[in-house]
T-cell receptor, first 113, second 106 residues
Framework: KAGVTQTPRYLIKTRGQQVTLSCSPI?????VSWYQQTPGQGLQFLFE???????NKGNFPGRFSGRQFSNSRSEMNVSTLELGDSALYLC????????????FGNGTRLTVT | QKEVEQNSGPLSVPEGAIASLNCTYS??????FFWYRQYSGKSPELIMF????GDKEDGRFTAQLNKASQYVSLLIRDSQPSDSATYLC??????FGAGTRLTVKP
C-alpha cells in the first residue's frame, strides 16, 4: 500500500507570492490533515478535511486555506506569503473515524525569501 | 499554560534501560492520545495510541493514561540506540507537545 505522498518536496517563494501544496492520502483514507512544523513552534495543526468538508480548523490566519477533492486528495494554499511562513508542511491521512491514528507524508519544505 | 506540555529533554538513558516520557494536557475533555516518534529529518510515525485510563502495552512500549490527573506517559523498555529520536505527544491529533528528545547511549 502506497503511503501519503506530498508534492513538491521543496519550494522557494518570495514574500507576497502564493503557494499551493498537494497531498495524496493512503488509498481508502478519507481524512486529510495539514500541519506546520517549525523549530520554534513545533507541530501545529492547520486543518482537517473529511469527505471534501473541513471538519476541524486550527488557529491560523485566513491566508491559509485548503480543500479536498472527491478522490480524497487535498491541496493547501497559502496566499500573501510572509517570511514567517517558512516551515515544513506535513500532510497526514487517516481513516477518518473519530480519533484514528495519523499517517504522515514526507512533507514539503517551504522557504520564503 | 501550553495546551500540551512535555519535558523537552534531552533525555539520555543507557542501552537496555527504561526510558520514561511524560506529557500533561490542559483540556479535561480530551478523549484520544497518541505518541509519535520523529527521527531527525523524517516525518512523525505512530508509536502508540490510548483512549482509556490505565496501561496499554505493545512490545517494548507501554502507554499510560490518567485522565483525572491529565497526564499520559510512554515507557520504553530495553531501550535501544535505534530508539534515539524525538517523541511527540498528541492530544486528539490537533494539539501536539514540543517533543522530548531521547538519546539511548550504547
Amino acid at each position: 500500500k502506497a503511503g501519503v505522498t506530498q508534492t513538491p518536496r521543496y519550494l522557494i517563494k518570495t514574500r507576497g507570492q502564493q503557494v499551493t501544496l498537494s497531498c495524496s492520502p493512503i488509498s481508502g483514507h478519507r481524512s486529510v490533515s495539514w500541519y506546520q512544523q517549525t523549530p520554534g513552534q513545533g507541530l501545529q495543526f492547520l486543518f482537517e478535511y473529511f469527505s471534501e468538508t473541513q471538519r476541524n480548523k486550527g488557529n491560523f490566519p485566513g491566508r491559509f486555506s485548503g480543500r479536498q477533492f472527491s478522490n480524497s486528495r487535498s491541496e493547501m494554499n497559502v496566499s500573501t506569503l510572509e517570511l514567517g511562513d517558512s516551515a515544513l508542511y506535513l500532510c497526514a491521512s487517516s481513516s477518518g473515524l473519530n480519533n484514528s491514528p495519523l499517517h504522515f507524508g514526507n512533507g514539503t519544505r517551504l522557504t520564503v525569501t | 499554560q501550553k495546551e500540551v506540555e512535555q519535558n523537552s529533554g534531552p533525555l539520555s538513558v543507557p542501552e537496555g534501560a527504561i526510558a520514561s516520557l511524560n506529557c500533561t494536557y490542559s483540556d479535561r475533555g480530551s478523549q484520544s492520545f497518541f505518541w509519535y516518534r520523529q527521527y531527525s529529518g523524517k516525518s512523525p510515525e505512530l508509536i502508540m495510541f490510548i483512549y482509556s485510563n490505565g496501561d496499554k502495552e505493545d512490545g517494548r512500549f507501554t502507554a499510560q493514561l490518567n485522565k483525572a490527573s491529565q497526564y499520559v506517559s510512554l515507557l520504553i523498555r530495553d531501550s535501544q540506540p535505534s530508539d534515539s529520536a524525538t517523541y511527540l505527544c498528541a492530544v486528539e491529533n490537533m494539539r501536539f507537545g514540543a517533543g522530548t528528545r531521547l538519546t539511548v547511549k550504547p
